[in-house]
């Protein structure tokens, strides 16, 4: 009996070229690269007020929480339709102490992003991705919309709930965070 031998690359899929090149992006200080629905995404710095609404619900959670949280702005989530960057993420104090760059969202609570030049991403295709992965919660702050959308309880690939209020009104997170979003502050 012989062995046969194969060639690796008759083996790969365009999903793990896709993967190589994305890996091996040598993206510029301050963009960020995603891959999402099977594209590179790659975005630039935020701008100020984006940075300072991120900032605001961080104080907010921190300081209300009914939970010992954490917060890693950043942070590389493997979804199921690909690999995204969240503008932030909350975790259970010390779950994420020994994830690698690129990892799936154990211990993730909650998902936050704030709509920047294609809201389309946020509003569907991250969310999908977000619900596939079973993060319990995803905060949308939309500033096209001027509203504020909390997903939560996911099922498959999108979430089941959906409680949206415009900017100005307050939005109640659940537990383990426990206390009402003051969206009013988020633009002051």
Do not use: C
Not at 94 to 101: D, I, N, V
């Amino acid at each position: 009996m012989t062995a046969e031998i194969y060639d690796a690359d008759v083996w790969r899929s365009p999903e793990d070229d896709l993967l190589d090149a994305f890996l091996a992006l040598d993206t510029p200080q301050g963009f960020k690269a995603e891959i999402i629905e099977g594209e590179i995404i790659v975005t630039p710095p935020p701008n100020g007020e984006h940075e300072t609404v991120i900032g605001r619900i961080v104080r907010q959670v921190f300081r209300q929480a009914a939970a010992d949280l954490d917060f890693a702005p950043g942070t590389g989530v493997v979804v199921p339709n690909g690999r995204y960057i969240p503008d932030g993420a909350f975790s259970a104090r010390g779950a994420m102490m020994s994830r690698e760059s690129w990892a799936k969202p154990d211990g993730l609570l909650m998902v936050v992003e704030v709509t920047s030049g294609n809201p389309v991403k946020d509003r569907e295709s991250k969310r999908k991705g977000y619900a596939a992965a079973e993060i319990p919660l995803y905060l949308l702050v939309d500033r096209r919309a001027g509203q504020v959308v909390l997903y939560s309880s996911p099922a498959k690939d999108d979430y089941t709930a959906t409680a949206t209020v415009l900017v100005g009104k307050p939005l109640p997170l659940p537990e383990p965070f426990g206390f009402e979003l003051d969206t009013g502050d988020l633009f002051a």
